[in-house]
């Protein structure tokens, strides 16, 4: 069985909330940046073990949240040594905005997968994207590299819109498959 974590920042409590639903969908254990940037060693180990990795961060004026980029450069341990070279990666980010340049988050994450030598894993969902489409239907963001989440700026984690609720969870489901088909 292949062995998937969800490392990630969370600034308020949304993407922690996406990051748990990934995780359920991945059956991955989540290991948590703290508000400092860290992560203990036994994660740091967790990070080796895995077979896939999925990175969460907040998109914060346009990239990740300055702990994530902590935790990024701290990986350079990890990249020297090339200990997560092949491993299957993947990401996702949330912001405010229904746009918010979660791109440019996107192509951070994937970036730092390809100098770890990692291969990337997509979101694999066509967009929701018709006259009929509403924030309940699945991907109706348009996330092609990967998760896109939208969290309203004056409401909890718990009014993250549905349809990007169910988008987490089939994306983690699609990174365990891959994962499981990758180990054979």
């Given at each position: 069985m292949a062995k998937t974590v969800v490392v990630y920042h969370s600034g308020y409590g949304h993407t922690q909330r996406i990051a748990q639903i990934?995780?359920?969908?991945?059956?991955?254990?989540?290991?948590?940046?703290?508000?400092?940037?860290?992560?203990?060693?036994?994660d740091w180990a967790a990070l080796d073990a895995a077979d896939a990795i999925i990175l969460g961060t907040p998109t914060y004026m346009g990239g990740p949240s300055w702990q994530f980029k902590k935790f990024a450069d701290a990986s350079s341990k990890a990249w020297f040594t090339r200990a997560w070279?092949?491993?299957?990666?993947?990401?996702?980010?949330?912001s405010a905005s229904l746009n918010g340049d979660k791109g440019m988050t996107l192509a951070y994450l994937n970036t730092l997968a390809s100098q770890h030598g990692g291969l990337w894993v997509s979101l694999g969902l066509a967009p929701a994207n018709t006259l009929a489409s509403t924030r309940a239907d699945v991907n109706n963001l348009g996330g092609s590299v990967g998760l896109l989440v939208q969290a309203p700026s004056d409401a909890g984690a718990d009014k993250i819109p549905q349809g990007d609720i169910d988008t987490a969870?089939?994306?983690?489901?699609?990174?365990?498959?891959?994962?499981?088909?990758a180990k054979g």
């Open positions: 990934v995780a359920e969908g991945a059956g991955a254990d989540l290991l948590a940046i703290d508000a400092e940037g860290n992560l203990p060693e036994a070279q092949d491993k299957l990666f993947a990401g996702f980010s949330v969870r089939q994306f983690g489901e699609r990174v365990a498959s891959v994962a499981k088909s």
